[in-house]
């Protein structure tokens, strides 16, 4: 008896695990496959309605195609800019790598190309501390060329220029650090001990090195360094003016 009630409880099992088995074969049969298309698709965008703009107004009025002022976008710079080369009034082009965004959807696609020109530069061997200011003339869309009044905000990372929010648009570089100098001051210092060894003066030497040392650290320490903008830098700028993406 006891071997029969275990046979039974044995097929018993068996023929729930293959109900269950079967159950679950006809529900992932039955199941409706979402792909990743539609589940991108019934997911909530803000840029639903989001269009490029064409250069037309549509009968609507200007407004509703302007970037409002205080817009920040990045760019990447076309070419290089140091301060020991350019000169003023020299073209430079940069590259807009996200859009600018007007009302009810309208936007300008990034790769936007903005032409400028260098309106200073103070090499850092002339005032101390390098300058450069760039200002830009017109941005170059598929349906013309328009206007754009816009001024640096900041260089992200890069660590050349001066920390802290631009003014008036000026990049400023940085002045020598302390390493820097100190760099200097042991260079003079070898410089000015060669004499007083050669002569195999140990006095003249060291007061030759002093000196020397002194000198090329003071020099140093008041030197700032150039600004290099290499190509491909970004620049973050920010529109002084309202920017309308219409035809003119």
């Not at 006891?2 to 099992?13: C, M, R």
């Not at 600018?100 to 005032?127: C, F, K, M, W």
């Not at 992200?156 to 020598?176: F, M, N, T, W, Y």
Request: charged share 25%; with cysteine; glycine share 8%.
């Amino acid at each position: 008896m006891k071997f029969q009630s275990k046979q039974f409880l044995t097929v018993g099992a068996l023929s729930l695990t293959a109900a269950f088995a079967f159950a679950a074969t006809v529900a992932a049969q039955e199941a409706p496959v979402i792909s990743r298309d539609e589940l991108q698709t019934e997911a909530p965008s803000s840029h639903a309605d989001a269009h490029a703009a064409d250069g037309d107004r549509h009968g609507l009025p200007a407004e509703t195609f302007a970037v409002v002022p205080g817009t920040r976008f990045l760019v990447r710079l076309e070419s290089d800019l140091n301060t020991k080369e350019v000169h003023r009034n020299q073209a430079f082009r940069v590259r807009t790598l996200e859009p600018l965004e007007a009302g009810q959807g309208n936007y300008l696609p990034p790769g936007a190309v903005i032409v400028g020109h260098v309106s200073r530069v103070d090499p850092a061997g002339t005032t101390g501390r390098a300058k450069i200011c760039l200002t830009f003339d017109e941005i170059q869309t598929p349906f013309g060329k328009l206007p754009i009044v816009a001024e640096v905000a900041s260089v992200p990372g890069d660590h050349s220029i001066k920390a802290g929010p631009l003014q008036e648009g000026v990049i400023e570089g940085r002045s020598s650090t302390q390493k820097d100098a100190a760099q200097a001051a042991a260079a003079g210092a070898a410089m000015g001990a060669m004499h007083g060894v050669k002569d195999k003066n140990k006095k003249e030497a060291a007061e030759g090195a002093a000196l020397r040392a002194l000198e090329a650290y003071l020099m140093e320490a008041g030197r700032g360094q150039e600004i290099e903008l290499p190509k491909g830098v970004k620049l973050e700028l920010e529109l002084e003016r309202a920017l309308y993406l219409v035809r003119e």
